[in-house]
């Protein structure tokens, strides 16, 4: 039988996001000069060791020029087509900065584009820029010279693991096991919360480890019904079990996308970012964790009440969560579908898993896949 590690909200997480928001700076006074938005003066993409920027398995170099910035956020795509996601976050306020992308990918056999983006964050708000390169078509057609040998097939790569289906009480998603893992990322919208007769909470979170062992590093963004006020809060965090979850000074809102990216710096010494895409927003924090790894999650949850150690409700959510973006490091054995089951009812359930990631929708039925 799975372990399910939970997630612990604690009733006191959303008076400290509250808090949070109430500290917030205050409107500038009449007259105050406004500070100007970051600029992005030139990005451009390059290779590595004279290699096309495009060249299919070498990675490419991502050098951009700003201004008024402090921090700049690059992403990219893992092949062509597919979700944009956050490869690494870097001080900019020197106006330069410069970033190594994961290896071109491209299993097609015509030349496609390729994305990366920047996103560029100061005092002044959010600046974003987008540019595309044509990557090498994946697979070549051999020349036709019929004096010479036919050449030896290529080894074919392991096929993926075909998921399998797992009930759950509070988890609805996809995990991969094998490991271990020591990065893991992926994207998601923050949805709202229908009204009902009593309290709700939704979570979406992306992690590491809770699947077969009781360890758990994770990160993500939480809704909270609540029926006496009629309103729905929301709030960002990152929990180690066993602790509880810590809140997270930045706001979320019903419709932001919200991308979580946690990587092992080093021994124990883990890395946690939050980056509201949305707003600019962005917190980063680096903790010690030593969790095997065994498993990275993408996952809508019903998270575990701090006070009585059961499953909330799981809140009514509206629109479908979808998840993007998906990445993890290590070795990939198995693919586990998590269908949530709450009171002998089906009340999430994940669609299937491509390329572009996979959504969630309450209910009973599964959604098209985004």
Request: proline share 9%; hydrophobic share 40%.
């Amino acid at each position: 039988m799975q372990v399910r590690a939970t997630t612990k909200i604690l009733a006191a997480l959303a008076g400290a996001a509250a808090l949070a928001v109430a500290s917030g700076a205050a409107p500038g006074r009449a007259g105050a000069a406004a500070v100007p938005r970051p600029v992005i003066v030139s990005i451009s993409v390059s290779g590595v060791g004279g290699a096309h920027a495009g060249d299919i398995g070498k990675p490419a170099m991502v050098t951009i020029h700003v201004r008024g910035a402090t921090s700049c956020s690059f992403e990219a795509q893992r092949e062509p087509f597919s979700s944009l996601y956050i490869v690494r976050t870097v001080p900019c306020a020197s106006g330069y900065a410069q970033v190594l992308m994961p290896p071109v990918k491209n299993p097609y056999a015509t030349a496609a584009k390729l994305a990366y983006a920047v996103h560029a964050r100061g005092p002044g708000g959010l600046a974003a820029r987008r540019v595309t390169v044509t990557a090498a078509p994946g697979a070549q057609a051999a020349p036709q010279n019929p004096t010479a040998a036919p050449a030896a097939p290529a080894p074919s790569a392991p096929p993926a693991p075909t998921p399998t289906t797992s009930d759950s009480e509070n988890w609805a998603g996809y995990s991969f096991g094998g490991g271990p893992f020591t990065t893991v990322s992926g994207t998601f919208n923050v949805p709202n919360l229908v009204p009902g007769s009593g309290d709700t909470v939704t979570s979406e979170w992306v992690g590491i480890d809770g699947v077969s062992d009781t360890s758990l590093i994770q990160a993500g963004a939480t809704e909270e019904y609540d029926p006496t006020t009629g309103a729905v809060d929301f709030w960002a965090w990152w929990e180690i079990i066993p602790d509880a979850a810590t809140p997270v000074s930045m706001t979320v809102s019903a419709g932001d996308r919200v991308s979580v990216a946690i990587a092992q710096v080093s021994g124990s010494s883990w890395s946690i970012s939050i980056t509201d895409l949305t707003t600019g927003e962005q917190f980063t924090t680096t903790q010690t964790y030593t969790g095997p790894g065994q498993s990275a999650e993408w996952i809508v949850e019903a998270p575990t009440a701090g006070s009585t150690g059961t499953e909330e409700t799981l809140g009514s959510y509206d629109p479908v969560v979808t998840f993007g973006g998906l990445a993890a490091t290590g070795s990939e054995t198995s693919i586990s579908q998590d269908v949530m089951i709450q009171g002998g009812a089906t009340v999430s359930v994940p669609s299937a898993l491509d390329s572009n990631g996979f959504a969630v929708a309450y209910g009973s039925a599964a959604p098209p896949t985004p």
